[in-house]
């Protein structure tokens, strides 16, 4: 029996998820390439602005805890690749959303020849990627936005996958977090004695649900904001190409 011919949306996911899940570098390595070569996306810059947001959290989490410094930092620190994985995933698919929207193209498009004429474009290579103070421009960007958000409510798209990536990822390396941190020592200096200790960073398990929920809700919001953001880039980047 003939086997069916892989369609390209389903490589697509195939690979980000292999990246996404896996931690599968060659897969990102090549859909990026992918995106490059049939779509010709190649305007891809992600800031990484989750992990500052998540460490603060978790400070004020555990607040009462005697070493909620130390545990915050190890906590962000071992889950930054995975964060950054998630924040990458979600950067390209708001912006080849925003790149293949053919519809919102050609808004942006109207609105730009009638603010700067082709001559502005050819001359803006920035085009609205920085908003400074146009009114009618700035209307646009929040409708799209808001079509966004309305989109999501109904597929929950976003939500969904940060809930199957940070129960599949993330909730097993907090509950594991003295596996995979390396230890320190604790010197306890008392009359007549000296005690040296490992220092344990496990959670009990309410701090533990705490933080993580903590954790994918402050994913969820930041990667809506990911996501529109990249689709607003790759909008003006789609007017720009048009005129090269």
Same mark, same amino acid.
Request: hydrophobic share 35%; proline share 1%.
């Given at each position: 029996?003939?086997?069916?011919?892989?369609?390209?949306?389903?490589?697509?996911?195939?690979?980000?998820?292999?990246?996404?899940?896996?931690?599968?570098?060659?897969?990102?390595?090549?859909?990026?390439?992918?995106?490059?070569?049939?779509?010709?996306?190649?305007?891809?810059?992600?800031?990484?602005?989750?992990?500052?947001?998540?460490?603060?959290?978790?400070?004020?989490?555990?607040?009462?805890?005697?070493?909620?410094?130390?545990?915050?930092?190890?906590?962000?620190?071992?889950?930054?690749?995975?964060?950054?994985?998630?924040?990458?995933?979600?950067?390209?698919?708001?912006?080849?959303?925003?790149?293949?929207?053919?519809?919102?193209?050609?808004?942006?498009?109207?609105?730009?020849?009638?603010?700067?004429?082709?001559?502005?474009?050819?001359?803006?290579?920035?085009?609205?990627?920085?908003?400074?103070?146009?009114?009618?421009?700035?209307?646009?960007?929040?409708?799209?936005?808001?079509?966004?958000?309305?989109?999501?409510?109904?597929?929950?798209?976003?939500?969904?996958? %940060? $809930?199957?990536?940070?129960? &599949?990822?993330?909730? +097993?390396? =907090?509950? @594991? !977090?003295? *596996?995979?941190?390396?230890?320190?020592?604790?010197?306890?200096?008392?009359?007549?004695?000296?005690?040296?200790?490992?220092?344990?960073?496990?959670?009990?398990?309410?701090?533990?649900?705490? %933080? $993580?929920?903590?954790?994918? &809700?402050?994913?969820? +919001?930041? =990667?809506? @904001? !990911?996501? *529109?953001?990249?689709?607003?880039?790759?909008?003006?980047?789609?007017?720009?190409?048009?005129?090269?």
């Amino acid at each position: 029996m003939a086997t069916k011919p892989m369609k390209l949306f389903e490589l697509y996911d195939g690979l980000k998820n292999n990246f996404l899940f896996n931690n599968d570098l060659n897969s990102i390595y090549f859909l990026l390439s992918l995106y490059d070569l049939e779509e010709n996306i190649s305007n891809i810059y992600p800031q990484y602005i989750c992990r500052k947001s998540i460490k603060r959290r978790i400070k004020n989490i555990l607040k009462n805890k005697e070493n909620k410094d130390d545990i915050a930092q190890n906590i962000s620190y071992l889950i930054h690749e995975d964060i950054n994985r998630i924040e990458l995933c979600f950067y390209l698919e708001g912006y080849k959303y925003g790149y293949n929207n053919n519809r919102l193209v050609n808004i942006l498009e109207s609105k730009t020849i009638e603010i700067f004429g082709v001559e502005g474009i050819l001359k803006n290579s920035n085009l609205f990627h920085f908003i400074n103070g146009n009114s009618e421009i700035l209307e646009l960007r929040n409708e799209i936005r808001k079509g966004i958000e309305n989109l999501e409510r109904k597929n929950r798209f976003i939500e969904g996958l %940060v $809930y199957a990536f940070s129960n &599949k990822v993330i909730k +097993k390396k =907090l509950i @594991n !977090i003295d *596996k995979y941190i390396d230890k320190q020592l604790k010197m306890d200096i008392l009359p007549g004695s000296l005690n040296i200790n490992e220092v344990s960073y496990k959670l009990e398990d309410e701090e533990l649900d705490k %933080v $993580y929920h903590s954790i994918v &809700k402050l994913l969820i +919001k930041n =990667l809506k @904001n !990911i996501y *529109k953001e990249a689709c607003w880039l790759a909008l003006n980047d789609r007017v720009i190409k048009r005129y090269l």
